[in-house]
Nanobody
Framework: QVQLVESGGGLVQAGGSLRLSCAAS????????MGWYRQAPGKQRELVARIRSGGLTSYADSVKGRFTLSRDNAKNTVTLQMNSLKPEDTAVYFCRADVDIVPYVYWGQGTHVTVSS
C-alpha cells in the first residue's frame, strides 16, 4: 500500500501563490508516477500536473507557465508551486500515486484551494 499525506492549500486572492505538498509512504518502490489532480464543484476530476519516475513532467494546458511540479526523492515528496492563481483554479486538489500493482492508483484525501477575485 501507499499512503499519501497532503499539505498546503487555502484561500488566496487572484494573482497570488500557493504551494501544495504530497508526502508518500509505504510501498514506494512500486510508484510509477505522482501528480496532482483537481475537481471543481460540478466538474470532473482533471489532471493538473504529473511527474513520472523517470522525471518526465506533464501539465494541463490551463496551468502551463503558472504551475510547477517538483519532486524530492529523498523525502518522497512532490510539490506543486502555483503562481498567478485565477478564480478558475478554485477546486479540491488531490494527490495521486500510480503504482505497478492493484489497485494501480492511490489518492490523497484532498485539499481545498480557493482563489478569490
Amino acid at each position: 500500500q501507499v499512503q499519501l499525506v497532503e499539505s498546503g492549500g487555502g484561500l488566496v486572492q487572484a494573482g497570488g501563490s500557493l504551494r501544495l505538498s504530497c508526502a508518500a509512504s509505504g510501498r514506494l518502490f512500486g510508484i510509477n508516477a505522482m501528480g496532482w489532480y483537481r475537481q471543481a464543484p460540478g466538474k470532473q476530476r482533471e489532471l493538473v500536473a504529473r511527474i513520472r519516475s523517470g522525471g518526465l513532467t506533464s501539465y494541463a494546458d490551463s496551468v502551463k507557465g503558472r504551475f510547477t511540479l517538483s519532486r524530492d526523492n529523498a523525502k518522497n515528496t512532490v510539490t506543486l508551486q502555483m503562481n498567478s492563481l485565477k478564480p478558475e483554479d478554485t477546486a479540491v486538489y488531490f494527490c495521486r500515486a500510480d503504482v505497478d500493482i492493484v489497485p494501480y492508483v492511490y489518492w490523497g484525501q484532498g485539499t481545498h484551494v480557493t482563489v478569490s477575485s
